[in-house]
């Protein structure tokens, strides 16, 4: 089921997480993930843990999303309200986990760390990201939109796509969403700034198509753009 990661109307109780803050039932339903990288430790719902441990693995991952997380900068579970308010926070039915917050402030300047890649991933997921408010930005802040159920599916289609060894359908085209398309996007961007330009959106659109086309042009490959084994191969974004 898709999630409308702009529903800010409902609340987490609404979508089946249990009472917040001040009455914060998660509090006896906590799983801790840690990172392998980093050692990164965030406490989450027991139905999220195993979204969020793809989720945060994959972020530090150098093939993945290559943004290493601070330890002492990262959480999840806090039984509070939101910040000068009686309204509880996402983090008080531990749906949310903040990344790096020194890094990525609460904040109307827009200088943050966490890249676009790793952004469009997380909301791929079903997470909405802080650093789409209108107005201030909460850089750090990704909170889960969906149900328990959501978070299972969620899980599962994040272990297809991002574990360790995890290979996309190919080929790539104007069919194709999700991560192995926004780090494609990244890839492109990152090795060949050129020509390629591109939204790190996870869509692959007429741009990203044309910006493929150019690099298989230049790599002495069939120029469909269309993004084939051998193709992602030649980026290093899979194994040969």
């Known amino acids: 089921m898709p999630i409308d990661l702009t529903d800010y109307a409902h609340t987490a109780a609404d979508r089946g997480w249990g009472s917040g803050w001040p009455n914060c039932v998660a509090g006896s339903d906590l799983a801790t993930v840690v990172s392998e990288r980093s050692g990164t430790s965030v406490a989450v719902r027991k139905a999220l843990a195993v979204l969020v441990d793809t989720l945060v693995d994959w972020t530090e991952r150098p093939e993945g999303g290559n ?9 999840g579970f806090n039984c509070r309200p939101i910040d000068d308010t009686n309204v509880a926070s996402n983090h008080s039915w531990a749906v949310a986990v903040d990344l790096n ?4 402030p609460f904040s109307f300047d827009p200088q943050h760390t966490v890249t676009d890649l790793v952004a469009t991933v997380w909301k791929w997921c079903g997470f909405a990201w802080g650093g ?9 802040h990704f909170e889960f939109m969906g149900t328990p159920a959501d978070a299972a599916e969620r899980a599962q289609a994040a272990l297809a796509e991002l574990a360790v060894g995890a290979v996309p359908a190919l080929p790539l085209n104007l069919d194709s969403a999700g ?3 926004a780090m494609l996007q990244a890839r492109l961007n990152r090795d060949f700034p050129d020509f390629a ?4 959106d996870g869509d692959y659109g007429p741009k990203t198509k044309e910006a493929v086309r150019e690099f298989q042009r230049r790599a002495g490959l069939a120029d469909t753009g269309d993004a084939d084994r051998i193709t992602l191969e030649k980026l290093g974004l899979v194994s040969a």
């Open 67 to 75: 943004y290493r997380l601070k330890p002492e900068q990262c959480g």
């Open 101 to 104: 917050w020194k890094d990525n």
């Open 132 to 140: 789409n408010y209108h107005g201030k930005k909460d850089w750090m």
């Open 179 to 181: 991560p192995a398309v």
């Open 197 to 200: 330009h591109l939204v790190v």
